[in-house]
């Protein structure tokens, strides 16, 4: 590895800055970097560190400016376009890659690319915020309470705001639809298509499938063939969302998508600072084996997504300045250990049951 230079990437957007900040406040001097000299300026100048201007969409350059850094936070969305091409170039500069998305378009490519990471000694692992760190250590906890499991359903209860940039991932799955894994294989569902009644560790609440990213990486982590993840939601909420399902084809198009992220840019901001502190998350999960009528839950509650994300995302990175182990594509929990979440500042410890 190169050094023990860290890069955020993204380095002005909400998540980004809430990252860097406590970066500094952690003794650490990463070099800020984004597409927008301008933008990073002002944060670089107050925080006192170094600054990079570099599009991603100059391959050469960007390979170039992480030449000499160890690892690379990866902030800047929406990552369906911004992933691969800051991948490739961690890949040829020989930099370990983790970000904070939630995509799993992004997963799947990460794990597309885990040869070729192999091969440079690089480690991708995407996903080292409450996306998804929480709920890909529940999954590989679960896992290991119940290795004969064939089903795993995931979730989680924030009263947590969104960021500009999780609105806008939002955004692009309304086109799409919902999502499960069913025998191995990832299949698209209509939205609200599938509810249930979970007490995620408040009480019992109705709940509605959401395409959420351990669709794809807990079935990485865990290889258990059916997965779903499952928010609170009121049922007149996801009567709403099933009525979108005429209008998907609507929703996929280039000019609506534009319109309704540009929304987001007028009325969405990240929640306060003191928000952020009265807000925590509790997060749940069940695996059953039915031929066995085996079946477990687990709980366990972390502070709000924003903070999980900041500390999830600089717990990896000081991970990965002391790895020494193979390059290829990774899950938070394959990489560091189910006990991660547990690590984080205003998490608890895991609780299982057979309630």
Not at 20 to 30: C, D, E, I
Not at 92 to 106: F, K, L, P
Not at 283 to 307: K, L, P, Q, S
Request: hydrophobic residues 40%; charged residues 20%; aromatic residues 8%.
């Amino acid at each position: 590895m190169n050094n023990e230079q860290i890069m955020i990437y993204g380095a002005y957007g909400y998540t980004g800055e809430l990252i860097a900040r406590q970066a500094v406040a952690k003794g650490l001097k990463p070099i800020l970097s984004g597409r927008s000299a301008s933008k990073l300026q002002p944060l670089a100048s107050e925080l006192g560190l170094p600054a990079i201007a570099v599009s991603l969409d100059d391959q050469d350059a960007l390979a170039r400016a992480l030449q000499d850094v160890a690892v690379v936070i990866h902030c800047a969305g929406p990552f369906s376009a911004t992933a691969e091409p800051m991948m490739r170039a961690c890949i040829a500069s020989g930099t370990h890659y983790q970000d904070i998305t939630g995509e799993m378009s992004v997963y799947i490519q990460a794990n597309d690319l885990a040869a070729e990471a192999k091969a440079a000694g690089v480690v991708l692992c995407p996903g080292t915020g409450f996306d998804v760190i929480p709920t890909d250590c529940m999954a590989a906890a679960l896992h290991r309470e119940m290795p004969s499991a064939t089903h795993l359903t995931l979730g989680f209860d924030s009263d947590s705001g969104l960021s500009p940039g999780t609105a806008k991932t939002s955004i692009e799955s309304l086109g799409v639809g919902g999502a499960v894994r069913r025998n191995g294989k990832i299949e698209v569902i209509p939205h609200g298509e599938r509810t249930r009644e979970i007490n995620f560790g408040r009480g019992e609440k109705f709940a509605v499938a959401i395409p959420w990213g351990d669709v794809a990486t807990a079935y990485y982590s865990t290889e258990i063939p059916n997965i779903e993840v499952y928010i609170p939601m009121s049922p007149r909420r996801a009567k709403k969302m099933q009525g979108l399902n005429k209008f998907r084809w609507l929703l996929r198009m280039n000019w609506v998508q534009n319109w309704l992220k540009g929304k987001v840019d007028k009325n969405v901001r990240g929640p306060s600072a003191n928000q952020r502190a009265e807000q925590q998350t509790w997060v749940w999960g069940e695996v059953r084996n039915d031929r066995r009528g085996e079946r477990r839950i687990g709980r366990i509650t972390t502070a709000n997504g924003y903070d999980v994300t900041v500390h999830g995302s600089l717990a990896v990175m000081q991970f990965l300045l002391n790895y020494t182990g193979p390059g290829g594509y990774f899950t938070p929990s394959k990489l560091c250990g189910h006990q991660l979440v547990e690590q984080l500042p205003g998490s608890g410890t895991f609780k299982f049951s057979i309630d």
